[in-house]
């Protein structure tokens, strides 16, 4: 739907204007000119709020590996960033043209004037702002970054299921962990309430259950405080349950995205443990 929105306003943009060779028409009044003045910024208007987002994309990831379902979200992760850098471009041409066109008619709606001083006219502002480019965008918050803005009572939340956690009941804090981030999914702290779920069910016995918690632990922020050990206990987890090569494939990784992190040494000393070829 954007890139549809996108060519449309590339060839409204041309169809509003009737060209350079109409420009100096003797028919043309100042009532034709700020005519096609208003319908370009209203052009210009309808293509930036077409960039706005209508909803989350969801991934389907089911019925793969832990291996398969890391390099799939990597997979999307570089074709989203294409796609946004090929995206911006191609808006920022846009703005360049409009904001190019929009000048050649406060010329001539200078030169219809009685008293306007074209000199006076300055250079025209970009559209969408001084810059004249669309901003990219911004790279998505860490999971638990230095003073986050939490929701109202999540916090309080968090503690109560960790402070079960580190009691010993590891039931209840599974369960408060489970209603934590099913009521704060994108939360600064929802990463790591998936980590300590995943810490309690595998203290239960529940490793399949683990897995997949540790598995979200670290999809959900690959870059955060929990990251390395999230993939090295989704490693061991692995062994636990029987797929051996899996296994040997997630903790391969922990040293190669986190080589300073302690996880890594005890990623190494477990795959030697396994004999990973």
């Given at each position: 739907m954007l890139r549809a929105a996108l060519l449309s306003a590339v060839l409204i943009l041309p169809?509003?204007?009737?060209?350079?060779?109409?420009?100096?028409?003797?028919?043309?009044?100042?009532?034709?000119?700020?005519?096609?003045?208003?319908v370009l910024l209203t052009e210009i208007e309808s293509l930036k709020r077409e960039l706005s987002t209508t909803g989350t994309p969801q991934m389907n990831l089911q019925g793969t590996s832990a291996l398969q379902r890391i390099d799939a979200m990597e997979a999307e992760l570089r074709r989203l960033t294409g796609d946004t850098e090929e995206m911006t471009n191609r808006v920022n041409r846009i703005v360049t043209d409009g904001t190019n066109r929009i000048g050649?008619?406060?010329?001539?709606?200078?030169?219809?004037e009685e008293g306007c001083d074209i000199g006076a006219l300055g250079e025209t502002k970009p559209l969408g702002g001084?810059?004249?480019?669309?901003?990219?965008?911004?790279?998505?918050?860490?999971?638990?970054?230095?003073?986050?803005?939490l929701a109202v009572g999540e916090q309080a939340d968090f503690d109560r299921a960790k402070e079960a956690l580190d009691s010993g009941s590891f039931r209840?804090?599974?369960?408060?962990?489970?209603?934590?981030?099913?009521?704060?999914?994108?939360?600064?702290?929802?990463?790591?309430?998936?980590?300590?779920?995943?810490?309690?069910?595998?203290?239960?016995?529940?490793?399949?259950?683990?897995?997949?918690?540790?598995?979200?632990?670290?999809?959900?922020?690959?870059?955060?405080?929990?990251?390395?050990?999230?993939?090295?206990?989704?490693?061991?987890?692995?062994?636990?349950?029987?797929?051996?090569?899996?296994?040997?494939a997630i903790l391969g990784e922990v040293p190669t995205r986190f080589p300073e992190s302690p996880a890594s040494i005890e990623a190494q000393t477990a795959r030697s443990s396994l004999v990973c070829g």
């Open positions: 169809a509003a204007l009737p060209g350079a060779a109409a420009a100096q028409d003797a028919d043309t009044t100042l009532a034709d000119i700020k005519q096609e003045l208003a050649d008619l406060q010329f001539r709606v200078c030169e219809l001084e810059a004249g480019t669309v901003p990219a965008a911004a790279p998505p918050p860490p999971a638990a970054p230095s003073g986050p803005e209840s804090a599974a369960d408060l962990f489970k209603t934590f981030t099913e009521t704060f999914t994108a939360g600064a702290l929802t990463s790591q309430a998936h980590f300590y779920r995943g810490e309690a069910l595998s203290q239960l016995g529940e490793n399949a259950e683990a897995a997949r918690a540790y598995l979200e632990a670290f999809s959900g922020a690959p870059e955060g405080e929990k990251a390395p050990e999230a993939l090295l206990k989704l490693g061991l987890t692995l062994n636990t349950l029987g797929q051996q090569s899996d296994a040997c």
